[in-house]
């Protein structure tokens, strides 16, 4: 522990509405910067289809994740909260090869 700080850790929040992230001072749990941005990646929310486009999504997480490892640069470790269920198809690379359908989404009901 030099200059006061233990070990950073850095937390995202993967969210429909917003996405968040934090980065922490462990083990007491000192906010040192915390980044919100709007999730705006909606293709489709006309209350029957919400389909939000994955790109979109993955700018904006590396964005907050280049602010946060900017101003911290010796953060041990990144953990990932996303929101509660939705669905994309990938490709065997892993690309996303469709929309994110998320868990607003009411076609299905």
Request: charged share 20%; net charge negative.
């Amino acid at each position: 522990m030099k200059g006061g700080i233990g070990v950073i850790v850095i937390g995202l929040d993967i969210g429909t509405t917003s996405i968040c992230g934090a980065a922490l001072d462990l083990p007491d749990g000192r906010l040192l910067r915390s980044v919100t941005r709007p999730n705006n990646a909606w293709l489709q929310a006309d209350g029957v289809r919400a389909e939000q486009d994955p790109e979109r999504i993955m700018t904006v997480v590396r964005e907050i994740v280049d602010e946060l490892t900017g101003s911290c640069p010796d953060a041990a470790g990144i953990g990932f909260t996303g929101q509660m269920h939705g669905m994309l198809y990938v490709d065997r690379s892993g690309r996303a090869v469709s929309p994110l359908y998320t868990w607003q989404d009411r076609r299905a009901l």
